[in-house]
């Protein structure tokens, strides 16, 4: 087979991670709603909830949006447990890792990003000075 007519394998799940390569991330922010349980038709349960980050100045700058609504779905069930004791306007951190999720909606098929929870801190309300 000639060079230009071979293919390239995509990577799976079996693919060995990049040397550096880290698929981890922390947000800090405030719970939109109330998180919801959902069970899929394959019988997983799934909680998600969003998590409203605010930008920083720089972004700000670029763009008149201040805030983004980040999608969290908790699978694991600790991490179904933990996402249910939230309420909504709960200060918290999560961490977990970046999934590429797909759905229909409307017969149009739709990607979108969200955090797959691996932990999750309440944090203390901030004191207003008044």
């Known amino acids: 087979m000639s060079e230009s007519t071979r293919t390239t ?40 909830f969003r998590v409203v980050v605010p930008r920083d100045a720089r972004a700000r700058r670029r763009s008149r949006q201040t805030v983004d609504t980040i999608e969290v779905s908790a699978w694991s069930a600790k991490a179904r447990r933990t996402a249910l004791r939230l309420s909504a306007g709960d200060e918290v951190t ?22 797959e929870l691996e932990a999750c801190v309440r944090r203390p309300p901030v004191a207003s000075s008044a």
């Open 9 to 48: 394998k995509s990577p799976t799940r079996d693919t060995p991670p990049q040397p550096g390569a880290v698929n981890s991330v922390e947000l800090s922010g405030r719970v939109s709603a109330d998180p919801e349980s959902r069970t899929l038709p394959s019988g997983d349960e799934v909680v998600s």
């Open 94 to 115: 999560v961490t977990g890792q970046l999934r590429r999720r797909f759905r229909r909606s409307g017969g149009a098929p739709q990607s979108f990003v969200s955090v």
